[in-house]
């Protein structure tokens, strides 16, 4: 499956961004989804992961109550709804798709897009 991912862009602290990501190739639905974060000179972290129909979600610590990551398998499509942004949100966002399971570390992963930068400014 190839993903791309859009929506990033400079925001204020406190403001909101929609990322999206686009897959393509293979049933979008066979695929648990995530995004992670890349923040410069740290590791890439998980930050959000959706099952393949969209029952079950889950977040890391850091933006739960604020992030909202869902899924359109008409659209091929999954998205993160980022809200009351912080500085430490800044980072290169990337998505994440894997046949096997719903998980939280980048090597659960087999699939990657190219990333998108979120700038948050104070």
């Known amino acids: 499956v190839q993903l791309q991912a859009s929506g990033g862009g400079l925001v204020q602290a406190g403001g909101s961004l929609r990322l999206s990501c686009a897959a393509s190739?293979?049933?979008?639905?066979?695929?648990?989804m995530a995004w992670f974060r890349q923040a410069p000179g740290k590791e890439r972290e998980f930050v959000a992961a959706?099952?393949?129909?969209?029952?079950?979600?889950y977040y890391a610590d850091s933006v739960q109550g604020r992030f909202t990551i869902s899924r359109d398998n008409a659209k091929n499509t999954v998205y993160l709804q980022m809200n009351s942004l912080k500085l430490e949100d800044t980072a290169v966002y990337y998505c994440?798709?894997?046949?096997?399971?719903?998980?939280?570390?980048?090597?659960?992963?087999?699939?990657w897009g190219q990333g998108t930068q979120v700038t948050v400014s104070s």
């Open positions: 994440a798709a894997d046949r096997l399971k719903l998980g939280s570390a980048t090597d659960e992963y087999g699939y």
């Open positions: 190739g293979r049933t979008f639905s066979n695929y648990y």
């Open positions: 959706i099952s393949r129909y969209g029952a079950s979600t």
